[in-house]
């Protein structure tokens, strides 16, 4: 069984990131940029029934600008056998990258999807529940645990609340949350191991697909600063404070 991937570029979760001054968007110029966190939980997962022999090849898939085969890379250097792709310089959003994925699923057939459960740049959390949609696939969101046998996944879910364990039929698609697994360290000699794996480029138009954006954004705006705080001298005055000035008890 094959298992796809997707693993999105986006700004290094230590940066600070900053608005731009016409409000458009985040600066992203000289910015570090890293395959996006959730993802990397799911190139593990992945690699992680490679090596239980559920899987037999794992493809990342990335769509975006050029310098996505770097995030590629990472995600052969963790266990991944080959990459994809998709390349292309126009802003991609979560409709447009799960149209991407239908493709390349229908091309390569997996037997599972595995997406992070929401990129850290934008914050969409849509790409994998559309992907199920167009491909009228079972989905499992926000998994803690997967495990896969007889043409099935048990996967646990994180809601509000507590867990939740479902079994879906495979093909299907799951997306990972945080406590799902912790992926490994990538080491030197499976960097250099991954500069040779196979990395295919394709252009959405190879795929029959219209990427345009169909969402537009009209302003982005640092959160409102915060007031600086002040010092109490003793429990009883906070209580006050909290009680006649903040009104929260
Ligand atoms: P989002 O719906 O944008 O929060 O993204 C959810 C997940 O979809 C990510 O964690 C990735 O697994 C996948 N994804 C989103 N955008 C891309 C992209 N441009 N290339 C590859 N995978 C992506």
Sequence with gaps: MKVLVPVKRVVDYNVKVRVKSDNTGVDIA???MSMNPFDEIAVEEAVRLKEKGVVTEVIAVSCGVQQCQETLRT?????????????????????AVA??????FDKEQ???????????DDDCNQTGQMLAALLDLPQAT???????????AKVTREVDGGLETISISLPAVITTDLRL?????????NIMKAKKKQLDTVKPEDLGVDV?????????TEPAKRGAGVKVPDVATLVAKLKNEAKVI
């Design 75 to 95: 995600a052969m250097a963790i266990g991944a056998d080959r990459a994809i792709l998709v390349q292309t310089d126009e802003e991609l959003q979560p409709l």
């Design 181 to 189: 697994n912790e992926p490994r360290y990538v080491t030197l000699p």
């Design 30 to 32: 000289n910015v570090k």
């Design 110 to 120: 997996p037997g599972l999807v595995i997406l992070g459960k929401q990129a850290i």
């Design 99 to 104: 149209k991407l994925l239908k493709a390349l």
């Design 142 to 152: 926000f998994a803690s645990k997967v495990e896969v046998a007889d043409g099935k």
């Design 212 to 220: 345009k954006p169909r969402l537009k954004t009209l302003k982005v």
